[in-house]
């Protein structure tokens, strides 16, 4: 049986940082978020009504 190559392994761990840092990068370089979705909705400043109760009584 071969020894196995460790030191093969080792730099294909490193590319694949390397990789994921550069896609990371370029991410945070293009502004978009990384899953597609905004994090919060976007408003223009005004704030929405509360929620109603349906089971209070109007007044």
Known sequence: MAAPNYS?????RE???KRKA????QRKAS???E???PDEPQT??????PP?????PQT
């Not at 109603?52 to 209070?56: G, L, S, Y």
């Open 8 to 12: 093969y392994e080792k730099r294909q």
């Open 15 to 17: 590319l694949a940082k």
């Open 22 to 25: 550069e896609e990371k990068r």
């Open 31 to 33: 502004g978009k978020p």
């Open 35 to 37: 899953d597609g979705s």
């Open 44 to 49: 223009d400043g005004e704030a929405a009504p």
């Open 52 to 56: 109603t109760d349906p089971t209070a």
